[in-house]
Nanobody, 128 residues
Framework: QVELVESGGGSVQTGGSLRLVCTAS??????MGWFRQAPGKEREGVAV????????TYADSVKGRFTISRDNVKNMVALQMNSLEPKDTAMYYC???????????????????????WGQGTQVTVSE
């Protein structure tokens, strides 16, 4: 069991930055990271990071703008979001799980159903 608590959401204008932080009850999950869900849309993966290799996996839509980091000692995973755009507006969820594949990396298709534990979410709103 993993409990996840997100913080750091808010409202910014286009081009702004936000940093999301997720505090976990433990860092035992192979992969931890962030998903998002916009109104009327399905939840989608944003970025995750593996436990041992610290290898990041990003959705194509955020590559070059978002950076994920993970601290297994502090049981935290963070998402630095730069150059934010209105299309990034969504509820952002921290997630943890043990998806298929090897120990050192997370699958790059960011399947929602492979992540067992979820936080309550934090809202990110980007205005024009």
């Amino acid at each position: 069991q993993v409990e996840l608590v997100e913080s750091g959401g808010g409202s910014v204008q286009t081009g702004g930055s936000l940093r999301l932080v997720c505090t976990a009850s433990n860092s035992n999950s192979k992969c931890m990271g962030w998903f998002r869900q916009a109104p009327g849309k399905e939840r989608e993966g944003v970025a995750v990071m593996s436990q041992y290799g610290n290898l990041p996996t990003y959705a194509d839509s955020v590559k070059g703008r978002f950076t994920i980091s993970r601290d297994n000692v502090k049981n935290m995973v963070a998402l630095q979001m730069n150059s934010l755009e209105p299309k990034d507006t969504a509820m952002y969820y921290c997630a943890a799980g043990d998806p298929r594949g090897g120990t050192w990396s997370c699958p790059d298709d960011l399947r929602v159903d492979e992540y067992k534990f979820w936080g309550q979410g934090t809202q990110v709103t980007v205005s024009e």
